[in-house]
C-alpha cells in the first residue's frame, strides 16, 4: 500500500498522507507562485540528448510514451517520499483506502534507503497477524530484492487477488539477520474505531485509521459507554499506536469531539490553497475527564494532528514514543481523466506553531517498548491484620469488597496498563474536595 495524500478539493483539505484520498481531484490545479528562474536552454538540449540516447541504443526497444512517463517519475520521486505520479489505477486505490475496503495485507509502507519501511500494520490483518510491526522493513518480495528504481512498483505488488499469498523478507526492527514470511492477501475492511470499559468509568478507544465516517463512528462509540456505565466517565484511553493516518477532516472531526474550542491545526505552503486553518467548535463530549492518549513509532500524520491538537491544547496527556513525524501535505493535481500527480505543497502545524516533519511529536510520559507476561505460580498470599488470630474486631470486616475485574488487554499491555493508571490518577486528582462540616 503507498502512502497516500491530502487532497486539496474546494479550497478545503480533504485528505492526508498515509492515507488514501476520497474526493474526486480538483477541477482547477492551484496556481504556484512564478518561478524566481526559467530552465536554461542547454538543460532542455540535455533532456532531449539523453532521450535520444535511449530511443536509439538501448537494448530493447522503447517507446516515447514509456520514457517521458519514466522522466516525469523520475522527476517527482526525487523531491520527496510522497510526491508522485498517479496513474488510473493508482487513482483508484486512493479511493479505495479511505472507504476502509481493499485486497491485500493491511500494511502501510514508504520508501527508505532502496527499501520499504513499514509505518504501521493495520489492526486484525495479514500484516498484524504475521508479526509485522512499525518499523520492520521488507527488503525482498517473493524472493526477489526490491529495486530502488521502481519502489512504487514493489508497493503494487503487495497488492493482489484475495487468497494469493505472497512471502517478504523482513527485517525486524533490532535485529540483524531478515526473516521470511508468508502471507495470504485478503480483502482488507478496517474497522477504524473500537471501544470498551476497561474498568467502571473507564473506556478504551482505539483508532486505527482516519477514514470518512471515524467521527460520527467514535462519537456512537463514546455514548454507548457512557449509557452502559450509568453515569458519566470518569476518563478515556485513546489509542493511536500504529495508526498511519488518514483524512484530515477525520482528524479535526475527533479533535473536536474532546475539544471545546481551541486550534486543531494548520497549514502553509506558496499557494494560496495551501493556508488552512482549522478550529474546534464548543462541546467536549467527555465533559472535560481526563483522556490519555497512546503513541508510538507508527502514529503519523493525521493521527499526528490529533495528538498534537490535544497536547497543545492541554486536553491530554500524551504517553508512548515519538511519532513518526510526517508533517508534509500533498495535494493531488489532475493532468487529465486517467492521470495526476501527486505533489508536496505544505507542511502543517500544530497548534503552538510547531512543525513536526521529521522530528515527531513527543510524549509528555516517555514510555519504552516492554510487555507484560504473567507469573508462572500464583503469588504468595499476604496476611493482613483480619487474618490474625484475636484481632480486633472492624466495624465492617463481615462485607467483602467486590473484586475489580481487571480486563485481559490491559493486563498483557504495558502501555495500556500505565495509562489506566496514570489516568485514575487524574481522575482522583479532579474529585471534589470533602464539605466542611458547621457546627
Known amino acids: 500500500m503507498r502512502p497516500s495524500s491530502l487532497l486539496f478539493a474546494a479550497g478545503l483539505i480533504a485528505a492526508c498522507s498515509m492515507a488514501r484520498a476520497d474526493e474526486p481531484a480538483p477541477a482547477t490545479a492551484p496556481q504556484p507562485a512564478a518561478p524566481k528562474s526559467t530552465l536554461s536552454l542547454e538543460d532542455i538540449r540535455t533532456f532531449t540528448a539523453v532521450f535520444s540516447l ?25 523531491l520527496d517520499p510522497h510526491s508522485e505520479y498517479l496513474d488510473g489505477a493508482q487513482i483508484e486505490e486512493l479511493n479505495e483506502d479511505t472507504t476502509g475496503s481493499y485486497a491485500g495485507l493491511g500494511i502501510e509502507v514508504v520508501p527508505m534507503d532502496g527499501a520499504l519501511r513499514v509505518i504501521a500494520p493495520i489492526d486484525d490483518t495479514p500484516a498484524e497477524r504475521a508479526g509485522i510491526k512499525a518499523g520492520d522493513t521488507i527488503l525482498r518480495i517473493d524472493g526477489k530484492p526490491l529495486s530502488p528504481d521502481d519502489l512504487a512498483g514493489a508497493i503494487d505488488r503487495l497488492r493482489g487477488k484475495p487468497g494469493s499469498e505472497i512471502t517478504l523478507s523482513i527485517l525486524h526492527e533490532g535485529h540483524s539477520v531478515p526473516v521470511d514470511v508468508t502471507l495470504q492477501r485478503e480483502i482488507i475492511r478496517v474497522v477504524s474505531v473500537r471501544g470498551r470499559l476497561i474498568e467502571p468509568g473507564y473506556a478504551y478507544l482505539r483508532i486505527s485509521q482516519f477514514q470518512a465516517e471515524t467521527g460520527n463512528d467514535l462519537r456512537k462509540r463514546l455514548t454507548r459507554l457512557q449509557t452502559e456505565n450509568g453515569a458519566p466517565l470518569k476518563g478515556a484511553v485513546l489509542d493511536l499506536r500504529s495508526n498511519p493516518g488518514g483524512l484530515v477532516s477525520a482528524a479535526v472531526d475527533v479533535s473536536d469531539i474532546f475539544l471545546d474550542a481551541g486550534v486543531v491545526v494548520t497549514t502553509r505552503g506558496r499557494i494560496k490553497e495551501a493556508e488552512l486553518s482549522f478550529s474546534a467548535t464548543p462541546g467536549d463530549q467527555l465533559g472535560g475527564a481526563p483522556l490519555v492518549v497512546l503513541v508510538d513509532n507508527g502514529s503519523a500524520s493525521a493521527a499526528e494532528i490529533v495528538a498534537g491538537a490535544l497536547k497543545d491544547n492541554h486536553r491530554a496527556l500524551l504517553m508512548g514514543r515519538r511519532t513518526f513525524g510526517k508533517g508534509s501535505v500533498q495535494t493531488i493535481l489532475p493532468l487529465d481523466a486517467e492521470h495526476a500527480i501527486k505533489l508536496t505543497t505544505a507542511r502543517y502545524y500544530t497548534p503552538s506553531g510547531v512543525s513536526i516533519q521529521a522530528q515527531g511529536i513527543v510524549p509528555d510520559i516517555a514510555l519504552s517498548d516492554l510487555a507484560l507476561t504473567r507469573r508462572d505460580a500464583p503469588p504468595t498470599p499476604m496476611l493482613s491484620e483480619r487474618d490474625l488470630r484475636n484481632h480486633l474486631q472492624g466495624v465492617d470486616e463481615a462485607i467483602d469488597l467486590p473484586a475489580v475485574e481487571q480486563d485481559e488487554e490491559v493486563q498483557s499491555d504495558y502501555a495500556l496498563n500505565e495509562a489506566l493508571n496514570v489516568l485514575k490518577g487524574l481522575a482522583l486528582q479532579r474529585r471534589p474536595a470533602p464539605a466542611e462540616k458547621s457546627g
Open 54 to 78: 535511449v530511443k536509439q541504443g538501448y537494448v530493447e526497444d522503447v517507446s516515447d510514451q514509456r520514457l517521458m512517463q519514466a522522466a516525469i517519475r523520475g522527476l517527482l520521486a526525487d
